[in-house]
């Protein structure tokens, strides 16, 4: 008797870590930003988020309907919104999706080219890193 309980409470713990893992996994397909505008918010869908770039205290937001939204908050701020999301900062001014990435050009650090069109630079330092999560895929 003492053995069906434990093996019901091992279960049951097992199930409930499995339910908690799959809370954290993000939906990326129905997951929003709140992007803080001059009279409100702009929610926009992460999936169509395909880069940010930096300007001082600014981010501007890239989205696939080539729409450019600037907010006031440093890149790292951004960053930080976004991590979960495979969302990879390859540059101190730039941030990606990976989801966006086209094409990889070797170099010193590298170029990245984008689905919007656009060629990034990859830091040298950040190079290794950037390659390990493009293999993720």
Not at 10 to 20: A, D, F, M, P, R
Not at 110 to 132: C, P
Request: net charge positive; hydrophobic share 35%.
């Amino acid at each position: 008797e003492k053995f069906k309980q434990k093996k019901s409470a091992t279960e049951s713990t097992v199930h409930i870590k499995n339910l908690l893992t799959n809370l954290k996994v993000p939906q990326t397909n129905q997951a929003k930003v709140a992007l803080p505008s001059m009279t409100g918010f702009i929610f926009v869908p992460v999936k169509d988020i395909v880069r940010c770039e930096a300007d001082s205290t600014y981010t501007t937001f890239f989205t696939l309907d080539k729409q450019k939204i600037i907010v006031s908050k440093t890149l790292k701020e951004c960053e930080q919104m976004l991590v979960d999301y495979r969302f990879f900062r390859v540059h101190n001014s730039h941030l990606i999706n990976m989801e966006y990435v086209t094409e990889y050009i070797k170099g010193e650090g590298g170029i990245i080219k984008m689905t919007d069109g656009t060629h990034i630079d990859v830091s040298r330092r950040r190079k290794d890193e950037f390659l390990r999560q493009l293999k993720k895929g």
